[in-house]
């Protein structure tokens, strides 16, 4: 079987507004572009797949079981919209946790690749065919880690701007439409 493309989908910031450490789904609210985006890539036959760092369960905040209702209250979104969702990973550890269960260093937490590479695994995505949208640079770190393409959406949520060398994007835009727009504009075959 030939491997799939997809486009890895950061959640805070990205797809919805970040408010942090929301799970409260009635404060959930989608960027306005956002199902236009969703549907020109899957239209393109790109896998639509979230990876979001969630340390929440770390900070005692909140558990996973709170994760799992906010996943399945965005794929119930996405379904209604007829937008298929290939895939939800998250990461619920942080280094700085005070729940010890979830304290740690992981592989997961970008800007390492480890949810992008298990989702690649997983789906049988061809990395190198692949893009990253996020709203941060460890989204971009993480997608070019992986050997994806990336896109980082400009809208106020990254605070360091240091672009060294695997943190520079392919593409600074101002909203979700316009990074499916470049994506589609800049797919490979």
Same mark, same amino acid.
């Given at each position: 079987?030939?491997?799939?493309?997809? #486009?890895?989908?950061?959640?805070?910031?990205?797809? =919805?507004? &970040?408010?942090?450490? &929301? !799970?409260d789904v009635k404060k =959930?609210?989608?960027?306005?572009?956002?199902?236009?985006?969703?549907?020109?890539?899957?239209?393109?036959?790109?896998?639509?797949?979230?990876?979001?760092?969630?340390?929440?369960?770390?900070?005692?905040?909140?558990?996973?079981?709170?994760?799992?209702? #906010?996943?399945?209250?965005?794929?119930?979104?996405?379904?209604?919209?007829? %937008?298929?969702?290939?895939?939800?990973?998250?990461? +619920?550890?942080h280094p700085g946790g005070? #729940?010890k269960k979830f304290k740690?260093?992981?592989?997961?937490?970008? +800007?390492?690749?480890?949810?992008?590479?298990?989702?690649?695994?997983?789906?049988?995505?061809?990395?190198?065919?692949?893009?990253? %949208?996020?709203?941060?640079?460890?989204?971009?770190?993480?997608?070019?880690?992986?050997?994806?393409?990336? !896109?980082? %959406? &400009? &809208?106020?949520?990254?605070?360091?701007?240091?672009?060294?060398?695997?943190? #520079?994007?392919?593409? =600074? !835009?101002?909203?979700?439409?316009?990074?499916?727009?470049? =994506?589609?504009?800049?797919?490979?075959?």
């Amino acid at each position: 079987m030939s491997p799939n493309k997809a #486009v890895f989908l950061d959640k805070d910031g990205t797809l =919805i507004k &970040n408010l942090p450490y &929301n !799970v409260d789904v009635k404060k =959930i609210t989608f960027f306005r572009d956002v199902w236009e985006g969703l549907k020109m890539l899957s239209g393109a036959s790109y896998r639509l797949i979230v990876v979001t760092n969630q340390p929440g369960p770390a900070y005692g905040f909140y558990t996973i079981k709170d994760i799992e209702k #906010v996943k399945k209250f965005i794929l119930k979104r996405m379904l209604r919209r007829r %937008i298929k969702l290939w895939g939800y990973y998250y990461c +619920p550890h942080h280094p700085g946790g005070t #729940v010890k269960k979830f304290k740690l260093s992981c592989g997961c937490r970008k +800007p390492l690749p480890g949810l992008i590479q298990k989702a690649g695994r997983k789906l049988n995505v061809d990395l190198t065919s692949s893009w990253m %949208i996020g709203d941060t640079l460890d989204d971009i770190e993480a997608g070019k880690r992986s050997g994806c393409s990336t !896109v980082l %959406i &400009n &809208n106020g949520n990254e605070t360091e701007w240091k672009m060294p060398l695997g943190r #520079v994007p392919d593409a =600074i !835009v101002s909203g979700f439409l316009e990074a499916a727009r470049f =994506i589609r504009k800049n797919q490979t075959p």
